[in-house]
């Protein structure tokens, strides 16, 4: 995957991306990871399920603004908040380029990719959704205090004890936590994580807290008005603890109401890093989806 890097500039802003190419008559599918400014969370994520053959598209996926490689001290407060991901979103479906867009969101990445969705149903040609209880329903059974103790009291200097701490207790099978472990501590490093935590907790407690909120009230409400006119694919993992799995029974309820095309898959002894807790199984759901669509959107 890492060799797929570049740097894009999209909508002004310096933007890691990586992209294995041309689609070549395929679709694209882009991939929008999950975190806010205060996480370690990366496009890297994804490296589990990094296989154009195997899902037969293009695949793009790229850090968003204030986290990764797609952090820099001058970035505007504004560009990490919920609205400015959205706008940012929307300019890279733009830059892709024509042909059928598959949009996949995890975690926090499902609300703008449901969001642009909606905005754009001309340009996107089906979307799936991750284990996000960000865009699922408020559900009192969301553990208010998981994320704060997941990244409370972080050390002066990067340390591996602490990168591996929230995907640790995010999954049900650890194993794949060392493999992402060195991305997301290179990128850490290189980008003034530890350094610029103070203005990262506070653009989330002024910005970002609210209008992610904001947000989900409003996609909600249009998809219980209207649904997606896109089929839509949700996948999540049964012993998800920041995500349980009744968020993702309430999310589907609400999903299905009003949109014809739509599936829901539970994968069992899988927490909120389904895909990289079972790639191989994540990867022949997503393929069948993806071979399935009939596209949307044409050259």
């Not at 009192?140 to 103790?149: K, R, S, V």
């Not at 997301?184 to 910005?207: F, H, M, P, Q």
Request: charged share 25%; net charge neutral; hydrophobic share 40%.
């Amino acid at each position: 995957m890492q060799s797929d890097r570049q740097r894009w500039d999209v909508g002004g802003l310096a933007t890691c991306v990586y992209d294995t190419g041309p689609a070549e008559g395929r679709p694209t599918i882009v991939m929008v990871h999950g975190g806010d400014p205060r996480s370690l969370a990366s496009a890297l994520d994804w490296s589990s399920i990094w296989s154009a053959e195997t899902l037969g598209a293009r695949l793009v996926a790229y850090d968003k603004p204030g986290q990764g490689r797609s952090y820099a001290p001058d970035l505007p407060d504004r560009a990490m908040g919920a609205a400015g991901l959205c706008d940012h979103l929307d300019a890279v479906v733009d830059r892709v380029g024509p042909g059928p867009v598959v949009l996949m969101g995890h975690s926090r990445g499902a609300l703008p990719v449901a969001e642009v969705a909606l905005r754009r149903p001309d340009r996107i040609a089906g979307l799936v959704l991750v284990s996000s209880n960000t865009l699922a329903p408020p559900s009192p059974e969301t553990p208010a205090d998981f994320y704060p103790n997941a990244y409370a009291n972080p050390p002066a200097r990067p340390t591996i004890e602490f990168v591996r701490r929230e995907p640790e207790l995010n999954s049900h099978l650890t194993g794949h936590v060392d493999e992402l472990v060195p991305g997301r501590l290179a990128a850490a490093s290189e980008n003034g994580w530890w350094s610029d935590l103070d203005r990262r907790t506070r653009v989330y407690d002024t910005i970002v807290k609210q209008e992610l909120e904001n947000l989900r009230t409003r996609v909600l409400a249009e998809i219980e008005r209207r649904g997606f006119d896109l089929p839509v694919l949700q996948i999540w993992g049964q012993n998800d603890v920041s995500a349980p799995v009744s968020l993702a029974h309430a999310l589907f309820r609400t999903i299905a109401a009003r949109t014809a095309d739509c599936a829901s898959v539970v994968v069992n002894r899988t927490a909120h890093y389904v895909y990289r807790e079972h790639p191989s199984r994540f990867l022949a759901v997503l393929r069948t989806f993806v071979q399935e669509l009939t596209p949307r959107v044409r050259a």
